[in-house]
């Protein structure tokens, strides 16, 4: 933006490591942290490390990008790993033990985890209840539908042989566990849902009014937004991220389970916030959050290298998302 | 003598006519057969005291509140203002006392909140390129100084942000507008500033309608003062015939002294 430039003060030709550190903000989180690993072990920066990581993250990358948008819109959805496994569940079924096709039980997944979405809506906008606790109380019951829908059973499971029509399609775990190439197709799959997030956020009018009714809820009503609207729609396009998600990780472990990504909402709430999203809404960026997703799993594939116990992992991976909002008040504060 | 001097055209017809406006709430009566016009290019002051039914008065306007008796022409037609929206559709913008614009937010993005100029066949893509530009021409065109376009609202002064909230009912092809204390918050310079900013409004071909307090900032603005006491409408002159003391005994009541 040309016309910018006669009010930007900057006289700096190269940038200060300072300024580096302001601006880079979790990336150069990354890049420490990286450097920092393959220094001390050398498996570490390999290309099938690096893949493997992206694999890994793909379902916190699909997911948190819902969550970007439903927290720059001033909400927050803890139901996300719930409603992963309410459509990865049901998709599951409807191939292994109805005979449905890939496209067909992949579209009844996704739908019904859609509409599950726009219940969390729906109950938030006009029922008036925080956000918090509608998704809270949605993040126990829709996992409880799924127990009841695979009867606590992984599916297919070998228990109920005589009831399968089938193993899941081929498809199906090529999504989850595939490549093209070199590239795992569910790293593919995660940077393309954050590349279209971007593209809703920042191109279309509702990614706009997400920010608006997240950033002053009565001016965005004044403006003629309709806010209960926008609330919905954004937690219908969340559990139609997550129904995705959830075919994504059936495919990556061959298998579904009413109780897999338990948890799952916590990293997605670190991803964002460590990628510098504002959690009481109208700020934000969906890139910011796929750096966050990133520098969790460097983090946890790297001290897993290094042989560090699991329980230590937790302590640090607690301790990172601490870490990095104290380093962002502390960059907010030096910016102004 | 005027109507022997002028012919029909050049006898300045009102844009809006309010008649015989009553608003009762309840057993409340905020406003009491009060006639109101605007005409165009015109600066209307209205000024009362607390509880005078000034805020009632924009509002019937601006399409919030209906009137529970009484009749609005628009261009010498009967009209009905329903919701904002009909007074948005006839060119009456209102800009809030309490500013509605989103802190988190850029300049672009504020001015065209809730109506984003789109391109593309399915209505929804935001033309970034018309928004930014269009933010530019505006603001120019009213001699708005921000510091850039990307700033965010946050850090913008109470000045800039009452610019940039007035600014951006221009380009809507805004008639009339209606201002809430409008220098209420401010400082003297960008009390300045904001006045300034009406006055090059009515160069564009706007009509202001502004609630104020401030008998200095009146005088030096607006073209008519109408005074609103207990819902009634007690007083309606030109600048040019009255003084700051006779408003004030109007508005308190006390202009038998």
Known sequence: ?336 | METVLLTDEEVPQPILVLKGISKYFGGVHALEDVDFEVYPQEIVALVGDNGAGKSTLVKIIAGVHQPTKGQIFFLNQPVEIRNPHDAQALGIEIVYQELALIETRDVPANFFLGREPVKGRWGIFVDRKKMIEDTVRTLKELGIVLPSLRTLVRYLSGGQRQALAIGRVMPWGGRIIIMDEPTAALGVKESRRVLDLILRLKEKGCSVIVISHNMRHIFNVADRIVVLRGGRKVGDKKKSETTPDEIVKLIVGAEML
């Open chain 1, 1 to 336: 933006m040309a016309k910018d430039k006669e009010v930007t003060g900057s006289t700096a030709f190269l940038p200060s490591v300072r300024s580096i550190v302001l601006k880079g903000g979790s990336l150069v989180g990354v890049v420490a942290l990286s450097i920092a690993f393959a220094s001390f072990t050398p498996h570490f920066m390999t290309l099938s490390n690096w893949l493997n990581i992206l694999r890994q993250v793909s379902v916190v990358m699909i997911l948190a990008s819902a969550q970007t948008m439903v927290i720059i819109a001033g909400g927050i959805d803890l139901s996300v790993g719930s409603l992963l496994a309410l459509g990865g569940c049901l998709a599951a079924v409807a191939m292994s033990y109805w005979g449905w096709s890939f496209v067909l039980g992949s579209l009844l997944g996704i739908a019904i985890a859609t509409l599950a979405g726009l219940g969390n809506g729906v109950i938030i906008a006009k029922g008036k209840i925080p956000d918090f606790i509608a998704t809270l109380g949605m993040l126990g019951a829709l996992r409880g539908v799924s127990l009841l829908i695979t009867g606590g059973l992984p599916v297919p499971s070998h228990f109920t042989a005589t009831k399968l029509a089938g193993y899941l399609p081929q498809v199906l775990v090529f999504l989850g566990s595939g490549d093209l190439w070199v590239i795992p197709v569910p790293a593919a799959i995660g940077v393309g849902v954050v590349i279209i997030t971007w593209f809703i956020l920042s191109r279309t009018t509702f990614g706009r009014s997400l920010y608006a009714v997240g950033g002053n809820r009565e001016a965005a009503r004044a403006s003629g937004i309709d806010v209960d609207r926008v609330k919905v729609i954004v937690y219908g396009l969340a559990g139609l991220y997550c129904g995705a998600g959830g075919l994504v990780l059936v495919g990556r472990m061959n298998s579904a389970n009413a109780l897999m990504a338990e948890g799952i909402e916590l990293q997605t709430i670190a991803a964002v916030v460590i990628g510098g999203t504002n959690l009481s809404g109208g700020r934000g960026s969906v890139f910011g959050t796929l750096v966050g997703a990133i520098l969790m799993g460097v983090l946890s594939n790297g001290l897993n290298l290094l042989n560090v116990q699991p329980f230590w992992q937790r302590v640090v991976n607690g301790l990172l998302i601490i870490i990095v909002v104290l380093f962002d008040q502390w960059r907010r504060r030096l910016g102004e």
